[in-house]
């Protein structure tokens, strides 16, 4: 074999040092981008752990928050349940005065008339009893029997009770 020719050895070494520089040029290149990819590694780890942290603790809250509720759904319940016992105490009270109050708006109706007989009465009673010497006359133009407070079996006696209105209201 015979020796390539100067010119052939200088463009195949020409050519190797072209091909070394692009070799060293890629290499520095693949470092670079491993080192990119190193870093965003780690800052994706650490991303990670803080959001698996913050979801842990966004756990941890809702656990909380729904025990709260629970107790509070609790508590809710009881009020509700001590309100329909008290409303239930209460419509039965209602039942028992709802007759006497029935009564007491009868009572009131009938007021105004009974407030007139006793208006009457207090009247007759101011006037008092007739004078003893008038009991012997028979009044003019009525019954000729005197008034009295007696009975068909006090008739016989001679003595009259002078008649005597009152109130026992």
Same mark, same amino acid.
């Given at each position: 074999?015979?020796?390539? #020719?100067?010119?052939?050895?200088? !463009?195949?070494? @020409?050519?190797?040092? @072209?091909?070394?520089?692009?070799?060293? +040029?890629? !290499?520095?290149? =693949?470092?670079?981008?491993?080192?990119?990819?190193?870093?965003? @590694? !780690?800052?994706?780890?650490?991303?990670?752990?803080?959001?698996?942290?913050?979801?842990? +603790?966004?756990?941890?809250?809702?656990?909380?928050?729904?025990?709260? =509720?629970?107790?509070?759904?609790?508590?809710?319940?009881?009020? &509700?349940?001590?309100?329909?016992?008290? &409303?239930?105490?209460?419509?039965?009270?209602?039942?028992?005065?709802?007759?006497?109050? !029935?009564? =007491?708006?009868?009572?009131?109706?009938?007021? #105004? #008339?009974?407030?007139?007989?006793?208006?009457?009465?207090?009247?007759? +009673?101011?006037?008092?009893?007739?004078?003893?010497?008038?009991?012997?006359? #028979?009044?003019?133009?009525?019954?000729?029997?005197?008034?009295?407070?007696?009975?068909?079996?006090?008739?016989?006696?001679?003595?009259?009770?002078?008649?005597?209105?009152?109130?026992?209201?």
């Amino acid at each position: 074999m015979s020796a390539p #020719p100067p010119l052939q050895i200088r !463009e195949a070494n @020409a050519h190797l040092v @072209a091909v070394h520089r692009r070799v060293a +040029e890629l !290499e520095a290149r =693949l470092d670079a981008a491993e080192r990119t990819v190193r870093a965003q @590694a !780690e800052r994706l780890a650490r991303h990670d752990q803080q959001l698996r942290a913050a979801l842990d +603790e966004l756990g941890r809250t809702k656990d909380r928050e729904i025990a709260a =509720l629970q107790e509070q759904l609790l508590t809710s319940e009881a009020t &509700v349940h001590s309100l329909q016992s008290a &409303v239930h105490q209460r419509d039965k009270l209602i039942g028992q005065l709802q007759p006497r109050a !029935e009564l =007491l708006q009868d009572i009131c109706r009938r007021r #105004p #008339p009974l407030a007139g007989l006793l208006a009457t009465l207090a009247e007759a +009673e101011r006037l008092g009893p007739l004078p003893a010497s008038d009991l012997g006359h #028979p009044l003019t133009g009525g019954p000729s029997s005197p008034l009295a407070n007696s009975t068909e079996a006090e008739g016989d006696r001679d003595h009259l009770q002078p008649a005597v209105f009152g109130t026992t209201v």
